[in-house]
C-alpha cells in the first residue's frame, strides 16, 4: 500500500499543477510559457497515471489500465475509503 | 460530459473520531457558501456567458468544486466512521442520526438541508461574476473559521488547501470579469 499511496501522491500532484495552469490559461490563453509548462505536466501526469493503471486498476473508467477480468473498476478501494499515511 | 476519476484531488488525512467537527464542516458541504452551493452556481452560470474565458473558467472552477465537495464529504465520512449512536446523540447529532445515519446528506451545520435559494443565476454576466467573486470569498472565510475549530493536523492541513483554492478562483474571475466588462464597454452605445 506504501509504493501504491505514494504513486497516487505523485499524480495529486502533477494534477494539482495542471488543474492550476488550466485555470491560469483559461484568463491567459496567449500566454506561451505557461502553455509550454502546462503540455509538459500533462505529459508526466499521463504517464504516471498510465504506470500506475497498469500496477494497481483503473483511475478512470476509460483510461489505460488493461484488459482484465471481472470488471476491476469497482474493486476498493475508494477515494474516501484510502487512509493516507 | 463528465467523467469520473477514482480519486481525490488532495489527500484526506484524519487522525480521530471528532463528531463535533464533523458537524462544523456541513457548513461548506451543505450551507450557503459550500462547495455544492459553488459547483451549481457556476455550473449554472456558465451558459450566458458572453466570452469564451468566462464560459472556459466557469466549466472548469464548477468541476473543481465539485472535487472540493468530494473532499469535505470524505473528511465527514471520515470524522463519524465507526462512531456509536449514542456519542453521536450526546454530541448534538441524534436528529442527524435519526434521518440520515452516517450518512453524508447535503445539509448544512445547523442541519438545514441545501437549496438552490443559496444561489443565483441573473443571465447578467456582471452581476453573476461579481457574485462568483463574492461567494468565494465568504467560503475563504468560513474555512479560516474551520482551521480554527479544529487541533486535528490532518483536517487542517486539507483545510489550508481548500482554502487556497478560493483565494486563487477569486483571483481567475476577477480577471474573466475584466475581459467580460472591456467586452461591454467595446459593445456601448447610446
Keep these: ?85 | 460530459m463528465w467523467i469520473y476519476e477514482k480519486k481525490l484531488e488532495y489527500p484526506v488525512r484524519v487522525y480521530k473520531n471528532d463528531i463535533g467537527m464533523a458537524r462544523l464542516l456541513m457548513a461548506q458541504y451543505g450551507g450557503p457558501d459550500s462547495e455544492l452551493s459553488a459547483a451549481v452556481r457556476y455550473l449554472t452560470q456558465r451558459y450566458t456567458m458572453p466570452t469564451n474565458k468566462a464560459k472556459g473558467l466557469l466549466t472548469d472552477i464548477g468541476t473543481e468544486e465539485m472535487a472540493h465537495w468530494e473532499i469535505v464529504a470524505t473528511m465527514i465520512y471520515k470524522l463519524v466512521k465507526g462512531v456509536p449512536a449514542k456519542q453521536l446523540r450526546e454530541a448534538g447529532l441524534g436528529a442527524y442520526f435519526a434521518e440520515h445515519d452516517r450518512a453524508v446528506y447535503p445539509a448544512d451545520a445547523a442541519g438545514m438541508p441545501w437549496t438552490a435559494a443559496y444561489i443565483q443565476a441573473t443571465g447578467d454576466p456582471i452581476a453573476d461574476l461579481h457574485e462568483d467573486m463574492a461567494a468565494e470569498q465568504k467560503a475563504r472565510a468560513t474555512y479560516e473559521h474551520l482551521i480554527q475549530l479544529t487541533d486535528d493536523p490532518g483536517v487542517k492541513d486539507t483545510l489550508r488547501f481548500l482554502r487556497q483554492r478560493e483565494v486563487v478562483h477569486f483571483q481567475r474571475f476577477g480577471e474573466a470579469l475584466n475581459d467580460v466588462q472591456a467586452l461591454m464597454d467595446s459593445k456601448k452605445f447610446f
Excluded at chain 1, 16 to 26: G, K, P, Q
Design chain 1, 1 to 85: 500500500m506504501d509504493k501504491r499511496l505514494s504513486m497516487l501522491k505523485e499524480i495529486q500532484a502533477l494534477e494539482f499543477v495542471a488543474i492550476e495552469l488550466n485555470l491560469y490559461l483559461d484568463t491567459h490563453p496567449g500566454d506561451r510559457a505557461a502553455l509550454r509548462d502546462f503540455y509538459t505536466i500533462r505529459d508526466k501526469l499521463f504517464a504516471a497515471i498510465e504506470c500506475y493503471e497498469k500496477t494497481y486498476g483503473p483511475l478512470r473508467v476509460f483510461g489505460d489500465a488493461p484488459s482484465q477480468y471481472p470488471w476491476p473498476w469497482i474493486e476498493d478501494p475508494w477515494p474516501w475509503e484510502i487512509e493516507y499515511k
